[in-house]
């Protein structure tokens, strides 16, 4: 349902958000790393959510990106749709050019089930609350 650099930049956001603060900023190759992850794809990922205020950044000598107080209430849905853009719970997940109620591709029925509770669980939970479930449980990123 994600592209690859979604994925990424979810994984990305989320280990900011459990692994770096104002006072512990983390570079890309860092990050890239610890998710391992191609470092110049992540570095572009990550400069395009900080253009888009998803995640904070900070240049120089002790620069890195974190998470703010204000980053992390927005929910994930913000982040899938600056890398994937706003279609990508609209479109038809077989690429049908038509796909409604309507007029339904064979797996319409099923699928807009499955993308409603996922849209329902990006949109109702803060990075904040997935940062304290994943350290909660002890989940690696």
């Known amino acids: 349902m994600f592209s690859k650099a979604c994925k ?3 994984r990305a956001v989320l280990y900011l958000a459990v692994h770096a603060s104002k006072g512990k900023k983390l570079g890309a190759k860092e990050v890239a790393d610890a998710l391992d992850v191609p470092k110049p794809f992540l570095a ?8 888009h205020n998803l995640i904070s ?38 690429g049908f050019a038509v796909c409604s109620s309507e ?8 699928y807009s089930i499955y993308k409603e ?11 904040k609350q997935f940062a ?6 002890k989940r690696s990123i």
Do not use: W
């Open 8 to 10: 990424y930049g979810i």
């Open 117 to 127: 509770g996922i849209l329902e669980l990006i949109e109702n939970q803060s990075i």
């Open 103 to 110: 007029d339904p591709c064979p797996l319409h029925a099923k």
């Open 44 to 51: 572009k990922i990550l400069q395009q959510l900080s253009r």
């Open 57 to 94: 950044s900070s240049k120089g000598m002790g620069g890195g990106f974190y998470l703010n107080e204000e980053n992390q209430a927005n929910s994930l849905k913000g982040i899938i749709e600056t890398i994937d853009g706003q279609d990508v719970f609209s479109t038809c997940i077989l």
């Open 132 to 137: 304290i479930k994943i350290r909660t449980q």
